[in-house]
């Protein structure tokens, strides 16, 4: 008889050393994980449309490689070229064709103007004449938080160029605009 009481204590006091190890694992698990967050991030979409408001059916159409989001506390400010866009010069550069981006945790605490802008396939900016893009958006972003800036719409000029009206993204050999590159 002592055997078998002996036989179901160990049993108990080998049972409960694993649940108190995986209780003790388990407690730690969120520790584990907890990381510092310093700074915000942003979530948005985007599509390109013609002036007219039909479809561009992709962003090779329009000859638009990247678009930049940027943040500044100050839209006066002047934006960093766009072969400067890193974090540390407020700007994330996303590939066109993903038709969305989301940041990694780097937008300053505060309140915030963010903006987009495509970048052609040359890697420049294109004539402001003609693309146009919504204006700055202006939020109030807290560390460890996502900023949404939902679907942004790209107007670009694609088709019906002449000497009078440029394309987004068309450029001629002096790097100025040219019709002459229009599909």
């Known amino acids: 008889m002592n055997s078998s009481v002996f036989a179901a204590v160990e049993w108990w006091l080998y049972r409960s050393s694993h649940c108190t190890a995986l209780a003790v694992a388990v407690a730690l698990i969120p520790c584990a994980a907890c990381v510092e967050v310093k700074g915000a991030a942003a979530e948005f979409s985007w599509s390109i449309r013609t002036f007219s408001g039909q479809p561009v059916a992709s962003c090779s159409e329009a000859r638009i490689n990247s678009v930049h989001l940027r943040w500044n506390t100050d839209a006066s400010q002047s934006d960093p070229e766009p072969d400067d866009c890193t974090p ?16 990694d945790f780097v937008i300053d605490e505060g309140r915030q103007l963010l903006w987009i802008e495509p970048i052609c396939d040359d890697a420049r900016r294109p004539d402001a004449a003609t693309f146009t893009v919504p204006p700055p958006i202006a939020r109030e972003v807290s560390n460890g938080e996502v900023v949404t800036l939902n679907s942004l719409l790209i107007v670009a000029q694609t088709t019906g160029c002449s000497s009078a009206t440029s394309c987004t993204c068309m450029r001629d050999g002096t790097g100025q605009n040219s019709a002459k590159f229009a599909p």
Not at 88 to 103: E, I, L
């Open 88 to 103: 540390d010069t407020r700007c994330v550069a996303f590939k066109c064709s993903a038709n969305r981006g989301v940041t």
